[in-house]
């Protein structure tokens, strides 16, 4: 996954390309939104075959539904406070909605529970 890209070098682009041969290798390059078209078409050719999904900021409503409905798909219980304050930290940026739901799944279950016994000494 390369993140935020705002602009492109030969070697960034050497490189993806290097990747994209590779098949092991799923690629998701998301790009600023003031990328230039010209860098975009370059970035789509090292990518070749690629698809070109275009992502908008949502609402704050959109943004807290897909927030409830990912927090109940990870069972997590999440007031509306908490989730009002997720869409807020996201800022409306769906694929950081879904980074942020997963971690807080994954914390949630890493938590132990641990049991306490008592110990008797035999005096």
Known sequence: MLDNIAKLTAQNLTLIRYWGMESTFLIVAVTETFIAESELLSL???LLPADVMRIKRMQ???SIEMIRARAERCNLSWTDQQMRAAALVTRGYPLGIVELISRS????????RVAVTEETSDE
């Open 44 to 46: 789509r050719m090292a």
């Open 60 to 62: 704050m409503g959109e």
């Open 105 to 112: 799944g994954r914390a949630a279950g890493s938590h132990r």
